[in-house]
T-cell receptor, first 118, second 117 residues
Framework: GAVVSQHPSWVICKSGTSVKIECRSL??????MFWYRQFPKQSLMLMAT?????????EQGVEKDKFLINHASLTLSTLTVTSAHPEDSSFYIC??????????????FGDGTRLSIL | GENVEQHPSTLSVQEGDSAVIKCTYS??????FPWYKQELGKRPQLIID?????GEKKDQRIAVTLNKTAKHFSLHITETQPEDSAVYFC????????????????FGKGTKLSVIP
């Protein structure tokens, strides 16, 4: 299998708080994880590519100082929303790629984290 | 960058009928097109994908067609069942991530499919 766990599933916190979201690959090692953001009735927007042992690669328009990504091990990547404000409220979802031989390997998604900033 | 348009945003069909969801993309360099199904409160699941060197792919009741010239691809579900009710997302590859051995993707906005028993 290829199971990806994301925690927490739901966060409600005050403006100015920093929030950490974890993405874990439970039964495989993932050298790469992707972080997405999804607004209501909108598509999944790729925010950044997280690579184990190196700096994340951010998509254009995504503030790296606002959305800190750490991929410290082959099974864990974290996204920290620093000094969160109401406009950061959204659904954040990660995916992990299970290594394989040859060709394209599909992305396996976590369940997502719904972040609400008051 | 790549822009993916998906239509319709909602689709209701009677059980047993067919459902078709269409997507267009803007970047002619895209060469991998997956479709994901997301049930309420659950994670997106890959249901079928197609590469640019193939025009059509079928897996039981699900098929995907690709027209590279027109830059559009479609998902076809035949003999729909209530359990097919979900949100379906199409995606197109942005770039190849050699470290991951995977494509980075841009997604459509999704289609909420309701199959009426």
């Amino acid at each position: 299998g290829a199971v990806v766990s994301q925690h927490p599933s739901w966060v409600i916190c005050k403006s100015g708080t920093s929030v950490k979201i974890e993405c874990r690959s439970l039964d495989f090692q993932a050298t790469t994880m992707f972080w997405y953001r999804q607004f209501p009735k909108q598509s999944l927007m790729l925010m950044a590519t997280s690579n184990e042992g190196s700096k994340a690669t951010y998509e254009q328009g995504v503030e790296k100082d606002k959305f800190l990504i750490n991929h410290a091990s082959l099974t864990l990547s974290t996204l920290t929303v620093t000094s969160a404000h109401p406009e950061d409220s959204s659904f954040y979802i990660c995916s992990a790629v299970k290594p394989g031989q040859g060709g394209n390997q599909p992305q396996h998604f976590g369940d997502g984290t719904r972040l609400s900033i008051l | 960058g790549e822009n993916v348009e998906q239509h319709p945003s909602t689709l209701s069909v009677q059980e047993g009928d067919s459902a078709v969801i269409k997507c267009t993309y803007s970047d002619s360099a895209s060469n991998y097109f997956p479709w994901y199904k997301q049930e309420l409160g659950k994670r997106p699941q890959l249901i079928i994908d197609i590469r640019s060197n193939v025009g059509e792919k079928k897996d039981q009741r699900i098929a995907v067609t690709l027209n590279k010239t027109a830059k559009h691809f479609s998902l076809h579900i035949t003999e729909t069942q209530p359990e097919d009710s979900a949100v379906y997302f199409c995606a197109a590859s942005i770039r190849w991530d050699s470290g991951a051995g995977s494509y980075q993707l841009t997604f459509g906005k999704g289609t909420k499919l309701s199959v009426i028993p």
